[in-house]
């Protein structure tokens, strides 16, 4: 057996490096070789070459949006006849069209439904309310929707909601 008791191959050629179009490197670096002495750019040596630009790009300089300088008109709940003060929450009810309390729209469709036991009405997002059961009331990973009630259209946005969108989403 050789000296060799790790049993790697000391066989191998040393590398040899090679210039970038394959001929021998000579004492300079590539990137030297696109330079002439007087420190002018030459034309590059391999296609692959592309002059480096400015370090950073100038962007235009941010200006925040303006906002409608008239504030949010402040409507009535057409069921409990209160001010609405917290407007984002709000859902369009069925009758007049305008803008409801959100436990008030809740407690119009648990008068309309009947629940058996373990049943729970939840609010299931886009303007849809959802008869919910849970074989264990105590554990609520595991449920089951027995039942979906569309309360808002989803292709008709009421006129109000236009207007709370348009302060919100402003990008």
């Not at 990137?31 to 630009?53: I, L, Y």
Request: contains cysteine.
């Amino acid at each position: 057996m050789s000296g060799n008791t790790k049993g790697g191959n000391n066989r191998r050629k040393p590398f040899k490096r090679r210039d970038r179009i394959g001929d021998e490197v000579s004492g300079r670096n590539s990137w030297q070789d696109n330079f002439s002495k007087k420190g002018r750019r030459q034309e590059a040596v391999f296609s692959g070459f592309k002059p480096a630009g400015p370090s950073h790009v100038d962007r235009p300089k941010w200006t925040p949006v303006k906002l409608p300088a008239a504030p949010l008109a402040v409507h009535d709940c057409p069921v409990c006849g209160k001010p609405i003060k917290d407007i984002s929450s709000a859902l369009t009810d069925r009758a007049s069209g305008s803008p409801a309390h959100f436990d008030c729209i809740l407690g119009k469709v648990a008068d309309n439904e009947i629940r058996e036991r373990g049943d729970v009405i939840s609010y299931l997002g886009g303007g849809r309310f959802g008869i919910v059961h849970y074989a264990n009331p105590h554990d609520v990973k595991g449920f089951k929707i027995k039942k979906i009630i569309e309360w808002e259209d989803k292709e008709n946005r009421a006129d109000w909601r236009k207007t709370i969108a348009d302060r919100f989403s402003v990008t």
